[in-house]
């Protein structure tokens, strides 16, 4: 390992001292995460209840890394932001005048360094692996200068505050446009030009409700196919593309090998792709709508098609946003049926009712529903 000029190859034991505190009432009790760090414990989605007492606890001080020795071969350390209570089946480890801890948080995310911590991690299978302190301690890094670290970890800092800043927007851009989606679809809200919301449940002026089928046919996905088909040939739609995006992307695609005289079905511009299968119902159904011409280009098998009828009055655009909306989610879930997996029939989904205002609303609703995912996605590309 090459050194650079002015860097000092030191151990991690050089730089950090063990903290073996016991925990004191009145501090806050936090967690490692793989993802965030250190963070406050009930901030974290799934529950994590103890009936340790905070003198059971390790004492962190502002400033300390944790890291869970289980898990750090995956990188999950943090540093405290505030002193507070950890469990004492995580390592505390309390920075020297030597180091800054800010620049430490980062280097210890940093894949070389984390591919060191798996190295030097001990246990049976990759489950099981532990990083103990002694082990953590003989780990050699270079390291720069201590001004140099902390400028280091000032400019990485910024970038951090930057991106959390960008993600909350991005979180207010998306749930503004799930209450447009609300309130357009309903319709709760309308452009002026088509009239007013409708009230005691009936139907806004202009919109009708018709059943899917009266709407297009449905068509299968790929059928008969070995794991020996897929790698090359024709391309297909993934389930996880139609499962993750209301608009087919069509940059993420697998592919098929399909022989001439194959009966399969293809997918084509305009289509609404529905998934049929999946892990709850709240899940199960989910549609993408296909909105660029992808050639001769198939359907992943779990997944199945629906064709507007060419004098259909459904735009391709509004069908995007359409069954993706809180309403239609809720009638498609509840068609769901399986005990462990959750299963869909296009039968089923084929006699949902759907609620339509006219052709032209229809284009305006989808036009700004798209302005909003366009600036969504222009903040993510920020990102």
Not at 109 to 138: C, M, N, W
Request: aromatic share 8%; proline share 6%.
């Amino acid at each position: 390992m090459i050194t650079p000029e002015g860097w000092r190859l030191l151990k991690l034991g050089d730089v950090f001292r063990r903290r073996s505190e016991r925990g004191v009432g009145g501090l806050p009790t936090m967690a490692v995460t793989i993802d965030r760090g250190l963070v406050f414990r009930d901030s974290i989605d799934r529950k994590m209840d103890t009936n340790l007492t905070p003198e059971q606890h390790l004492l962190v001080r502002t400033g300390d890394i944790a890291y869970n020795m289980m898990r750090m071969w995956q990188g999950a350390s943090g540093r405290a932001a505030h002193d507070g209570l950890i469990s004492p089946a995580y390592i505390v480890c309390a920075p020297t005048n030597e180091i800054d801890s800010k620049f430490a948080s980062y280097l210890f995310k940093f894949p070389p360094t984390v591919r060191k911590f798996q190295d030097h991690s001990h246990g049976i299978t990759e489950d099981r692996l532990r990083l103990y302190y002694g082990d953590f301690a003989s780990i050699r890094l270079p390291l720069p200068p201590l001004g140099e670290q902390r400028r280091i970890g000032e400019i990485l800092g910024a970038w951090d505050d930057a991106i959390e800043k960008v993600n909350a927007l991005i979180q207010a851009k998306q749930k503004l446009k799930r209450a447009l989606m609300q309130q357009l679809l309903t319709p709760t809200r309308r452009f002026p030009q088509f009239g007013g919301a409708p009230s005691n449940g009936e139907l806004a002026d202009g919109w009708h409700r018709t059943a899917l089928s009266k709407l297009g046919d449905t068509y299968p996905g790929l059928a008969g196919k070995s794991k020996d088909d897929f790698g090359s040939g024709k391309p297909y739609i993934p389930y996880l593309n139609v499962f993750s995006n209301s608009r087919v992307d069509p940059s993420n695609v697998g592919y098929v090998s399909i022989q001439p005289d194959e009966r399969q079905h293809r997918v084509q511009c305009g289509d609404v792709l529905f998934t049929v299968s999946s892990e709850t119902p709240e899940e199960v159904g989910m549609s993408s709508v296909l909105l660029d011409e992808l050639g001769e280009a198939y359907l992943n098998s779990f997944c199945f098609g629906f064709r507007p009828s060419l004098d259909a009055p459904l735009l391709p655009e509004f069908a995007q946003f359409a069954f993706r909306s809180p309403v239609m989610r809720r009638r498609i879930s509840q068609l769901a049926q399986g005990a462990t997996r959750y299963n869909l029939s296009k039968n089923q989904v084929m006699r949902l009712q759907i609620d339509l205002p006219g052709m032209a609303e229809q284009k305006q609703i989808a036009e700004l529903l798209q302005s909003s995912d366009a600036e969504v996605r222009l903040l993510v590309d920020v990102e």
